[in-house]
């Protein structure tokens, strides 16, 4: 069975900070990773969709890797700003299926 | 529409009652998905449908959930004597359907339907 974790499980840095958060799943046999970011309240927002024959993905000041043989993936967040705090959460897309397994999401604040 | 749209954004309901949540994805997206969310907790797979049919429903917890899609684009999730254990966010996506399953398009995400059960 599929288990996504995310760690760590909540951030605190000061604004301008570059940071990295962790996604790990157990089963390498996925056909895509997504990341997405989650608001107060709100539903999520797709960040960016990694292809299982990918290794990165960017957009402006996010990349995100993707090793499978491992089971890992990181979000990089450059410069960071107080706008970028919310919940970022991964999703991988096991092979076989249509589902996507989530993980619990790590809390970011950016502090001004 | 431009966006997914879920309805009612908030229900508050009593314990035994029959609650129905609606979903009404973007225009032309042939897949949607139900996920559940309770505080804390990432989205819990609930069931997917690709066009009208539901393609996987092994996410639904018991026989109280189910789904429907008649026309392929409106989905209702339909909730039969709640329990306080259903209370969450009930999260409705669509996307453009993969064209396999090694293929996946974004999922573009509804704000949520607030489910309480006193």
């Known amino acids: 069975k599929q288990e996504v974790t995310q760690i760590p499980a909540a951030l605190s840095v000061p604004e301008g900070e570059n940071l990295v958060l962790n996604c790990s799943f157990t089963?390498?046999?996925?056909?895509?990773l997504q990341w997405f970011r989650q608001d107060p309240g709100k539903g999520l927002t797709s960040l960016l969709l990694?292809?299982?024959?990918?290794r990165e993905q960017t957009s402006g000041r996010l990349n995100a890797s993707l090793d499978k043989s491992s089971g890992r993936s990181t979000l990089y967040i450059a410069a960071s700003q107080p706008g970028d705090s919310a919940t970022y959460l991964c999703?991988?897309?096991?092979?076989?299926?249509?589902?996507?397994?989530f993980g619990t999401g790590t809390r970011l604040k950016v502090l001004a | 529409g431009a966006g997914v749209s879920q309805t009612p954004s908030n229900k508050v309901t009593e314990k035994g009652k029959y609650v129905e949540l609606r979903c009404d994805p973007i225009?032309?997206?042939?897949?949607l998905y139900w996920y559940r969310q309770s505080l804390g907790q990432g989205p819990e797979f609930l069931i997917y449908?690709?066009?009208?049919?539901?393609?996987?429903d092994s996410g639904l917890p018991n026989d109280r959930f189910f789904a429907v899609r008649p026309e392929g684009s409106v989905s209702t999730l339909k909730i039969q004597r709640t329990e306080r254990g259903d209370s969450a966010v009930y999260l409705c996506?669509?996307?453009?359907?993969?064209?396999?399953?090694?293929?996946?398009?974004?999922?573009?995400f509804g704000a949520g339907s607030r489910l309480t059960v006193l």
């Open positions: 996506a669509s996307s453009l359907a993969p064209t396999s399953l090694s293929g996946a398009n974004v999922l573009t």
């Open positions: 089963d390498s046999a996925i056909y895509n």
């Open positions: 990694i292809q299982s024959s990918q």
């Open positions: 999703a991988v897309g096991a092979s076989g299926t249509y589902k996507y397994i």
């Open positions: 225009s032309g997206h042939t897949a």
């Open positions: 449908f690709q066009g009208t049919g539901a393609a996987d």
